[in-house]
């Protein structure tokens, strides 16, 4: 069974850390590994990672993907409060279907 | 603008009633999806679309139907036979390239 699995569930930091946020897969013909974030209702999209050991970057965030190992990392440094949110990982497979995990509640405290 | 619309924000409906949730997209995208979000539950997919006229179930399509007569609109359609129908539906659309979501439509059925 298709599956994504992301730690922590939860995690509480300080401004200005850098937290890692970890998801591993298990999905038969996969496309590509997606990352979301969540903060009041629709996830806004980050990344789409689909080659491994390519880092994407965008601002304090940043992912990258091991197809070998299965899993793909998100790193957000220098932390701020506005970062709070649930981060989500999703893996989408060759027929276009999109398997979600049940995300990470990271909370930045002032 | 492009994006994808859902209407409406909030619906209300009593129990034993089928109720439709509209779904448009204006980025020419193939590929739209519906997941439902409860709780502690994270994501997870009811039906998805890989092309006009054609839509596969997704994990857990019982109690729902959906139609894709147009690329544009994939509606939603809750039927009295789906047991616990109050919670956060979620559309959305994707090319090859990116995903985007819709606003959402808060569902509560009493």
């Known amino acids: 069974e298709d599956k994504v699995v992301q730690s922590p569930l939860s995690l509480v930091v300080h401004e200005g850390d850098t937290v890692t946020l970890n998801c591993s897969y298990e999905?038969?013909?996969?496309?590509?590994l997606l990352w979301y974030k969540q903060e009041k209702k629709a996830p806004t999209f980050l990344f789409m990672l689909?080659?491994?050991?390519i880092e994407k970057k965008s601002g304090r965030l940043s992912s990258i993907l091991d197809k070998k190992e299965l899993f793909s990392i998100l790193n957000i440094t220098a932390t701020q409060t506005g970062d709070s949110a649930v981060y989500l990982c999703?893996?989408?497979?060759?027929?276009?279907?999109?398997?979600f995990g049940k995300g990470t509640r990271l909370h930045i405290l002032p | 603008d492009g994006g994808i619309t859902q209407s409406p924000k909030y619906l209300f409906r009593k129990e034993g009633q089928n109720v439709t949730l509209s779904c448009e997209q204006n980025?020419?995208?193939?590929?739209m999806y519906w997941y439902r979000q409860d709780p502690g539950q994270g994501l997870r997919l009811i039906y998805y679309s890989q092309i006009v006229n054609d839509f596969q179930k997704g994990d857990i399509a019982e109690g729902y139907s959906v139609s894709r007569e147009k690329k544009e609109s994939f509606p939603l359609t809750v039927t009295s036979a789906q047991k616990n129908p109050t919670a956060f539906y979620l559309c959305?659309?994707?090319?090859?390239?990116?995903?985007?979501f819709g606003p959402g439509t808060r569902l509560t059925v009493t």
């Open positions: 999703a893996v989408e497979d060759r027929d276009d279907k999109i398997i």
């Open positions: 959305a659309s994707s090319s090859r390239d990116e995903q985007y």
């Open positions: 999905v038969t013909n996969f496309r590509s």
């Open positions: 980025l020419n995208h193939d590929a």
């Open positions: 689909t080659s491994s050991g």
